[in-house]
């Protein structure tokens, strides 16, 4: 019976090491469960190595067994209700969540400073005529107008910065796709110059 111990337990660990797996909970933007989708799990050349199906409260598990690192992509593909969403994810975080967008028309575009070294400008108003709806832009300089009142016609969007001449493009979204402005919008800074008036010191905008 000592003998067959070892027997016991190596069998076991093949068990259990077979059974296990990485779960992964997928949800909309609100934060519910999202059931009726396939996620793939992908390897570096972008191939699929399995699909997992849901189990319930919007989990998904993948076997480690298809797993071959510390890190695998997973793929949800686009459906009428959500955009398609790829991600890297971890065998070694404890809660795995994705978020997927609801399908509506958006554009996505960027803002940088008209100056040599073009540095993303943070935090400019953005907005369209016809009115829709405004964004700020982040650190990087990305800004992101989704909303469902657009329409396929051909839009103005307006940029505005503090210390900032005020910039403008014109786009044509697509009815429930994500448009990428492929050239970036560029500000030019308001340059200040000062002149002397009786001998005191006065700081203007450049062509006041």
Do not use: W
Not at 33 to 42: R, V, Y
Not at 59 to 80: C, G, L, P, Q, R
């Amino acid at each position: 019976m000592i003998k067959q111990k070892p027997l016991l337990i190596f069998a076991f660990i093949l068990l259990f090491s077979g059974c296990a797996s990485v779960a992964i909970q997928v949800v909309d933007s609100e934060g519910k469960p999202i059931d009726a989708l396939e996620l793939e799990l992908l390897n570096n050349e972008g191939n699929t190595i399995a699909i997992a199906a849901p189990e319930g409260g919007g989990i998904y598990k993948i076997s480690k067994n298809d797993i071959s690192s510390d890190s695998f992509f997973v793929a949800i593909k686009s459906t009428e209700e959500y955009f398609p969403l790829e991600k890297r994810l971890s065998t070694s975080d404890k809660s795995n969540k994705l978020k997927l967008e609801d399908r509506m028309t958006a554009i996505v575009g960027y803002v940088l400073s008209d100056t040599e070294d073009t540095t993303p400008l943070g935090n400019c108003r953005v907005s369209t005529l016809p009115e829709t709806i405004e964004a700020t832009t982040d650190n990087t300089g990305k800004f992101l107008l989704k909303s469902e009142q657009f329409e396929e016609i051909q839009y103005t969007v307006f940029i505005s910065k503090t210390n900032y001449m005020e910039g403008s493009t014109t786009f044509t979204p697509h009815d429930n796709e994500v448009d990428t402005l492929y050239q970036a919008i560029f500000l030019k800074p308001i340059l200040k110059e000062k002149i002397k008036i009786d001998g005191t010191g006065i700081t203007v905008p450049f062509g006041a």
